[in-house]
Nanobody, 120 residues
Framework: QAQLVESGGGEVRVGGSLNLSCITTGLMLDFYTMEWYRQAPGNQRELVARISDDGRITDYADSVKDRFTISRDNKKRILYLQMDRLRTEDTAVYIC?????????????WGRGTQVTVSS
């Protein structure tokens, strides 16, 4: 059974940093594109960052570009999101996602999320 479990969230001041982890089980991660989403109260879930199955290609939302870094360790089956120079607008539940581009009929696998709170 595929599972994704996020950790590393917490409360920080503006300008601080956090490193999120998404530990996966039950997936052959070499086949999966991985993503970080976030959802703030009252808002729709938005895509924050995406990384290709081999880690070579990354994409970021404009709002986090140059501040966040997505990475992965396929051997350890872990996805990371390093967040620096955090802003109050970054406050949200951060959720990891995985999907197999060549087998989209399988759908998406979602974690439960980890809370990030940035205070001024």
């Amino acid at each position: 059974q595929a599972q994704l479990v996020e950790s590393g969230g917490g409360e920080v001041r503006v300008g601080g940093s956090l490193n999120l982890s998404c530990i996966t089980t039950g997936l052959m991660l070499d086949f999966y594109t991985m993503e970080w989403y976030r959802q703030a109260p009252g808002n729709q879930r938005e895509l924050v960052a995406r990384i290709s199955d081999d880690g070579r290609i990354t994409d970021y939302a404009d709002s986090v570009k140059d501040r966040f870094t997505i990475s992965r360790d396929n051997k350890k089956r872990i996805l990371y999101l390093q967040m620096d120079r955090l802003r109050t607008e970054d406050t949200a539940v951060y959720i990891c996602n995985a999907y197999w581009p060549g087998e989209r009929w399988r759908g998406d696998y979602w974690g439960r999320g980890t809370q990030v709170t940035v205070s001024s």
